[in-house]
């Protein structure tokens, strides 16, 4: 990817519960993933932003036996390409494959994937933003300065009363994806404008 066309922070994002629906049991093929509603929608306006746009994801799943990282590798490989054909991007996706009882860096709220992502794009993540629906997603984004967000679709409605308790700084809460990025939008034009 060429790093040179983005500006130097980045749109992190949650994928269960942001972009597709959460599911208990685990997204475990592609017949299970289900955009939610206007979310590629909203993926097509911050595709108009000179930002990556960047999936990081929590995947029991591959931990706990269920998936391997080739089945999680070709869900994301269909959801990017069905986003890309309607105009909006996804510029990269990590995952991380641990299960909660695992202590690796790169599972949320621990912000692995997002360090990895700042090394490898050069990216400023103070400048930048996490969208979630989970505290895990909020804490993750804080420790290394983003400007963090919980939409309430997903597990987001459930996890406010968590979030207000475990999340010290201060977060957005918005409706949806859409939402967040009417959000972004506005204050990534008032930046332009101060700049």
Request: hydrophobic share 40%; aromatic share 6%; with cysteine.
């Amino acid at each position: 990817m060429n790093n040179t066309k983005f500006n130097t922070h980045a749109i992190f994002l949650d994928r269960d519960g942001v972009i597709c629906e959460n599911r208990s049991d685990y997204v475990k093929s592609w017949a299970e993933f289900e955009f939610l509603h206007q979310a590629i929608d909203a993926l097509v306006q911050l595709a108009k932003l000179d930002l990556p746009i960047i999936v990081v994801t929590n995947q029991s799943p591959i931990g706990r036996g269920i998936l391997t990282p080739q089945d999680v590798e070709a869900i994301h490989d269909r959801m990017v390409a069905e986003i890309t054909a309607q105009g909006g991007r996804i510029d990269r996706v990590l995952y991380c494959p641990s299960t909660p009882t695992e202590d690796l860096p790169c599972r949320k709220p621990k912000p692995g994937m997002l360090l990895d992502a700042a090394k490898e794009m050069g990216l400023n993540l103070g400048a930048s933003y996490m969208v979630g629906d989970a505290a895990s997603d909020l804490l993750a984004g804080q420790q290394v300065g983003c400007r963090t967000f919980l939409v309430l679709t997903g597990r987001g409605q459930a996890q406010l009363p968590l979030a207000g308790q475990q999340v010290k700084g201060c977060f957005t809460v918005a409706p949806d994806l859409m939402a967040v990025t009417e959000k972004i939008t506005a204050l990534e034009s008032r930046q332009k404008l101060a700049g």
